[in-house]
């Protein structure tokens, strides 16, 4: 008979590690999943710009490194949004060298219609889990964005 095989046990740091992979692993398959199979009309990144836009009007230079993307990504992905009514572009009242990009109602249409849909979409999967795995992920959220602020 052969003896019973025993592991140490992980050390804290492991167990943080581990952890730490895999809580990013998971967060990064949702956040995918969201983007991805929610029923949007728009590309994930046209999104991400528009989100900004709803705040203030932005320069292109401001939506590049809000988005760390390059300045020529941004300018293709601002021609989109123009081209598709979702934005405009207008100089800078106080430099009229300075291009402003403002959203338009459009953009705005857009934006909340693909809010809906992505909360729609997690809604039905939360909907699915237990009272106590919900309570679960109401703790974990708190915790997330904790997380995101540092």
Same mark, same amino acid.
């Given at each position: 008979?052969?003896?019973?095989? *025993? *592991? $140490?046990?992980? #050390?804290? $740091?492991?167990?943080?590690?581990?952890?730490? %992979?895999?809580?990013?692993?998971?967060?990064?398959?949702?956040?995918?999943?969201?983007?991805?199979?929610?029923?949007?009309? /728009?590309?994930?990144?046209?999104?991400?710009?528009?989100?900004?836009?709803?705040?203030?009007?932005? %320069?292109? !230079?401001?939506?590049?490194?809000?988005?760390? @993307?390059?300045?020529? #990504?941004?300018?293709?992905?601002?021609? !989109?949004? @123009?081209?598709? !009514?979702?934005?405009?572009?207008?100089?800078?009242?106080?430099?009229?060298?300075?291009? &402003? /990009? *403002? /959203? *338009?109602?459009? !953009?705005? &249409?857009? @934006?909340?219609?693909?809010?809906?849909?992505?909360?729609?979409?997690?809604?039905?999967?939360?909907?699915?889990?237990?009272? $106590?795995? &919900?309570?679960?992920?109401?703790?974990?959220?708190? /915790?997330?964005?904790?997380?995101?602020? &540092?």
């Amino acid at each position: 008979m052969k003896p019973p095989v *025993t *592991t $140490a046990p992980a #050390s804290p $740091a492991t167990d943080v590690a581990e952890l730490a %992979t895999t809580l990013r692993l998971a967060c990064m398959r949702i956040s995918r999943r969201v983007r991805f199979e929610s029923a949007d009309a /728009i590309a994930p990144h046209h999104f991400s710009v528009l989100v900004h836009l709803e705040k203030a009007p932005r %320069t292109p !230079g401001e939506l590049a490194s809000v988005e760390r @993307v390059s300045a020529p #990504s941004m300018t293709r992905t601002l021609r !989109g949004l @123009v081209e598709l !009514g979702y934005a405009v572009r207008s100089a800078d009242a106080s430099d009229r060298r300075c291009v &402003q /990009i *403002t /959203i *338009t109602p459009l !953009g705005r &249409q857009v @934006v909340s219609a693909t809010r809906e849909s992505r909360n729609e979409w997690m809604a039905a999967r939360v909907a699915k889990l237990s009272a $106590a795995q &919900q309570r679960l992920l109401q703790d974990a959220s708190a /915790i997330l964005d904790r997380l995101a602020a &540092q």
